[in-house]
């Protein structure tokens, strides 16, 4: 009889067996008995301040370190407030699961209180979810979840349980196996393709190498260096893949798209052939796709089918997880001996790539009487030299810091790329910085992003977590502002941020530090000063309101058909 | 154009609405579906027919044989197959149209499953537009009221069916080589 357990205990006794150090969440009515049996538990739990932040710290935790993150939230209210966490996660291949309470298994469906279909309401939300209606089915599901969101493709997963699951009690055997017959994860690669994408890849005049955030989930960097060596080939790194080759490694050369620089997009649309890495030919990398790469083959390696030929056909598909296809690949490639081979057509390319290097470098601009955003993120680059972490929230100081910091290594950029989710920046710097304590974590946010997660600086603080905040302020909704500057006559609709609250007094409010700094020659020791703190740090550095991010590709256009500037000085009203 | 997919899934809560999800997601129309137990009765085989747009068609493949509770998604409308559907009508036939209903209904294959004062209960498989034209010339005769089962489609061909292991707990992810037929397919 002793050896009854509690559901909430065998959910924990699960967690602990899948090596779970912390949970994101927020407690509610269904979650209590769950919560009751956390409160002497050694796995730690993070009160966030909104479930939506919830699923972005787990996410935080999970980009800066690989592993599966956990959040939970209860029935109801709890639920539908981690949704855009969960989409956000599924966008960018992200492993957490989601735990949610549910009402008793016998009052679904009747309207309950706080009863919302959760099941129903995240299957688009998910890779995959779960309800858990009885206390059997436990221990199973909790296990699956994991599996399905760490390997394959990763992803979010979602396991609702009721309150009765909760509170029943069951003789616990740990699960030892599972099994999915229809959950079919292809890692090897084949090696005839591999074969004869090597052979491609050393024929090419023209290869350009693009690496996306999948380089990064498989933990393929060290593999993908190699291979740019031994081709010595270009490469660029998507906003998902920054990091994924060094910042400074002699054959990268920037992020390509929409904001990419003009070499990468020149490079992108010149090229002979794209060897494509664990990236999803996105509209905000190609462009108008009829336009893009047009004289291309393309070889694409990926760890899920459904992405190959999806957007952009491939001519030599691979389906298989990046580290390991490259592995089998770089093997390949070694025995061809690349090195000793005479390949005029790649010199003569790598000369145009670094005459358009040259042309129209990605260089910060200066002033000597206001902060300009790309002086901003420099300075921070001065600091960081490619080894902090780096989240950011969305909107044009993301574009900003993406095109002018570097990272040495994966996993120090964390921002939201597929979804694009304003109020991602703060509460993933607090996943991040709580995985990585030693790590100097900045937080890079928008006037308007920051105040959709303001309320966590609350969780800052409770834990003592000394992120840099820097808000890039510029009084503006500014990524909305230079669309409707750009392509809807400067109309600035609904784009202004009045009522900032003062920073000094705001941080005060939660009780750390804060300060402003608007003059250029002030920033640099501004930005020292927050990074001496040993604590969390809130600046708030007013930039020139009306800077635009260029080179821009006008959505739809060609990406070789980049605005590189302001076409003319442009009169903006205050 | 109309595909028409065949799906062998698992019998659980919520694997239909997954389905039919990525089908709603991008706003196509379901034509028919049907679902029903298979010999093994954790496995059910539904038939899709959608009309889809052209440049997807591999893709809405693609993404069903992602789900996990999907075991396999076939595109059928290339290779080999056969259709039916099945139909249920209720026809008003007063006296003396009676005999013509019968005779029709015989030269369709159609059986009668109820008879009474007011008319006859029918039941009539074959391919939809056989189907199709049955309703038509029953309508000729009066007022008729029908349920139609939607199509189930076999493959002719035989399909190889693949199936992940179980996995250990703790073990890596498995493991797959061979993947050229899949790839090759697909592509
Ligand atoms: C939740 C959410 N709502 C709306 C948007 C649309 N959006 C994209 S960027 C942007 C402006 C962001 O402003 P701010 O945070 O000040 O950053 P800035 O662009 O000024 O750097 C908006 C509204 C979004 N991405 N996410
Ligand atoms: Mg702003």
């Known amino acids: ?574 | 154009m109309q595909q028409v997919i065949s799906l062998l899934v698992e019998n659980k809560p919520g694997a239909l609405m997954r389905i039919v999800g990525l089908i709603s997601a991008r706003g196509w129309n379901i034509d028919s579906l049907t679902v029903a137990k298979t010999l093994d009765t954790s496995l059910s085989r539904m038939t899709i027919a959608v009309a889809v747009d052209d440049h997807m068609r591999r893709q809405v493949i693609k993404q069903m044989n992602k789900l996990i509770n999907v075991l396999q998604a076939t595109d059928l409308s290339e290779g080999p197959s056969v259709t039916r559907e099945m139909v249920l009508m209720r026809v008003r036939a007063p006296q003396e149209s009676r005999t013509a209903i019968l005779k029709e209904a015989e030269i369709f294959g159609a059986r009668v499953v109820d008879s009474s004062v007011e008319g006859f209960a029918l039941e009539a498989t074959g391919e939809t537009e056989k189907l199709d034209e049955f309703a038509d010339i029953m309508r000729s005769y009066g007022e008729i009221e029908i349920t139609r089962s939607g199509a189930v489609t076999l493959s002719l061909e035989a399909k190889k069916l693949r199936l992940s292991p179980p996995v250990t707990k703790g073990a890596q992810v498995h493991e797959t080589d061979g993947q050229e037929k899949l790839v090759h397919k697909t592509n």
């Not at chain 1, 030892?176 to 994860?185: C, D, F, N, R």
């Open chain 1, 1 to 574: 009889m002793s050896n009854l357990m509690s559901g909430s205990k065998i959910l924990l006794e699960c967690l602990v067996r899948e090596g779970v150090d912390t949970i994101y969440g927020y407690p509610g009515g269904v979650t209590i008995p769950f919560y009751d049996a956390m409160y002497d538990h050694p796995i730690r739990h993070v009160l966030v301040r909104h479930e939506q932040n919830a699923a972005f710290a787990a996410q935080g935790y999970v980009r800066a370190t690989g592993k599966t993150g956990v959040c939970c939230a209860t029935s109801g209210p709890g639920a539908t407030n981690l949704t855009t966490g969960l989409v956000d996660a599924l966008l960018d291949s992200i492993p957490i699961v989601a735990l949610t309470g549910q009402v008793t298994s016998t009052l679904i469906g009747t309207d309950a209180f706080q009863e919302a279909d959760t099941f129903g309401i995240t299957r688009s939300a998910t890779k995959h979810n779960f309800l858990i209606k009885n206390i059997a089915d436990l221990p199973q599901a909790i296990h699956e979840a994991f599996y399905i969101a760490s390997s394959g493709r990763p992803g979010p997963v979602l396991v609702d349980i009721t309150k009765d699951v909760f509170q029943g009690n069951m003789q616990y055997n740990p699960v030892t196996s599972i099994h999915l017959p229809g959950y079919k994860v292809y890692t090897e690669g084949h090696t005839g393709q591999i074969r004869r994408a090597a052979q491609m890849m050393l024929e090419a005049e023209r290869p350009m190498v693009y690496a996306g955030g999948g380089v990064i989930h498989s933990e393929a960097s060290a593999e993908l260096r190699e291979l740019v060596e031994l081709v010595d080939s270009p490469t660029v790194c998507t906003l998902m893949g920054l990091g994924a080759l060094p910042g400074n490694h002699p054959n990268y050369i920037s992020m390509p798209g929409m904001h990419g620089s003009y070499a990468a997009n020149m490079g992108m649309y010149n090229t002979d052939l794209i060897i494509a890495l664990g990236v999803r030919f996105d509209d905000r990398v190609t462009g108008r796709l009829k336009a893009f790469a047009p004289h291309a083959k393309v070889i694409h390696v990926d760890i899920d089918p459904s992405e190959i030929s999806k957007n952009r056909n491939a001519d030599l598909p691979i389906v298989g997880d990046v580290k390991r296809v490259l592995q089998k690949l770089n093997a390949v490639l070694r025995e061809m001996n690349p090195s000793a081979m005479d390949r005029p057509g790649l010199r003569a390319w790598w000369k145009q790539v670094r005459d358009w290097k040259a042309e129209h470098p990605l260089e910060p601009s200066f002033s000597t009487t206001e902060i300009k955003p790309q002086h901003l993120m420099a300075e921070i680059e001065r600091i960081s030299k490619g080894e902090a972490i780096v989240a950011t929230d969305v909107g044009q100081h993301q574009m900003w810091a993406a095109q002018h910091i570097s990272f040495n290594k994966p996993r120090l950029w964390l921002t939201s790329g597929g979804l694009g989710s304003m109020g991602f920046g703060l509460p993933a710097s607090v996943g991040a910085q709580m995985a990585c304590p030693n790590q100097l974590v900045f937080c890079i946010v928008g006037d308007g992003g920051f105040q959709m997660s303001l309320p966590e600086l609350a969780t800052i603080v409770n834990h003592g977590l000394p992120i840099k905040i820097i808000c890039m302020n510029n009084g503006y909704l500014g990524m909305v502002r230079q669309w409707q500057q750009l392509f809807y006559n400067n109309r600035l609709s609904q784009v202004t941020l009045d009522g900032f609250p003062d920073p000094v007094h705001l941080a005060a409010a939660y009780g750390f530090k804060g300060s402003t700094v608007s003059h250029p020659s002030q920033l640099r020791a501004a930005l020292e000063m927050a990074v001496a703190e040993p604590g969390p740090y809130l600046l708030n550095v007013k930039v020139s309101p009306e800077e635009n991010v260029y080179p821009m590709v006008p959505a739809g256009g060609a990406i070789n058909e980049m605005v590189l500037g302001p076409p003319s000085p442009v009169e903006v009203p205050r």
